[in-house]
């Protein structure tokens, strides 16, 4: 199995700053990663995939980096719908989920 | 539009059996992967079962295998997660995925219904 590790576990950012997340493989994945955001008591929202494709209806802000074992999510200027937990994903082998990265108002 | 209905959970004990269900509207399971994942409290997803598209292949992950089975109903346009020995273990949100792409299983999870939540407790 390969495993995802998310750095940092929280991350304080006020409105309109950059933001970055990141996300490590355990074992090169390609650019078969994606991005999740998930607010409390919703399910996660497919931000991301193929490493840097936008999903449907993603806002621009968002954007996505890396191959192989280093990935990273970038928001360019954060907004207050933004404060939330995001998850990244590996599927090039059976899928596994990171522990997520807590983004929340300073 | 695509929706995902889930249905079925509960409080438990451990060692018994459960099913839940995910009625899907918007579209029809046999042209997609369909897919459970579950997350337990304060934890990252997990993805637990796989159903391919055209039901040719059906995948578990270790922590389920040999206890749950994914199946589907084309005439309810349901997916089902049959869970049997339940553990403690197991108590989690369980949400029902559709894949990214139509007849093709692309590993990309991009429609989450809501959740059921499942809790094994004595």
């Known amino acids: 199995e390969i495993a995802v590790t998310q750095s940092p576990a929280a991350l304080s950012v006020s409105p309109g700053d950059r933001a970055s997340l990141s996300c490590r493989a355990s074992q090169s994945v390609g650019n078969y990663f994606a991005w999740f955001q998930q607010k409390p008591g919703q399910p996660p929202r497919l931000l991301i995939y193929s490493a840097s494709t936008r999903a449907t209806g993603v806002p621009a802000r968002f954007s996505g980096s890396g191959s192989g074992t280093e990935f990273t999510l970038t928001i360019s200027s954060l907004q207050s719908e933004d404060f939330a937990v995001y998850y990244c994903q590996q599927y090039k082998m059976w899928p596994t989920f990171g522990q997520g990265t807590k983004v929340d108002m300073k | 539009q695509v929706h995902l209905e889930e249905s079925g959970g509960g409080v438990v004990q451990p060692g018994t059996s459960l099913r839940v269900s995910c009625v899907a509207s918007?579209?029809?399971?046999?042209?997609?992967?369909m897919s459970w994942v579950r997350q337990a409290p304060g934890k990252g997803p997990e993805l637990v079962a796989v159903?391919?598209?055209?039901?040719?292949?059906?995948f578990y992950a270790d922590s389920v295998k040999d206890r749950f089975t994914i199946s589907r109903d084309i005439s309810q346009n349901t997916v089902f997660l049959h869970m049997t020995s339940l553990r403690t273990e197991d108590t989690a949100v369980y949400y029902c995925?559709?894949?990214?792409?139509?007849?093709?299983?692309?590993?990309?999870?991009?429609?989450w219904g809501q959740g059921t939540l499942v809790i094994v407790s004595s």
């Open positions: 918007g579209f029809t399971v046999n042209r997609y992967t």
């Open positions: 995925v559709r894949d990214r792409e139509e007849g093709y299983a692309s590993g990309v999870t991009a429609y």
């Open positions: 159903i391919l598209y055209d039901e040719s292949k059906k």
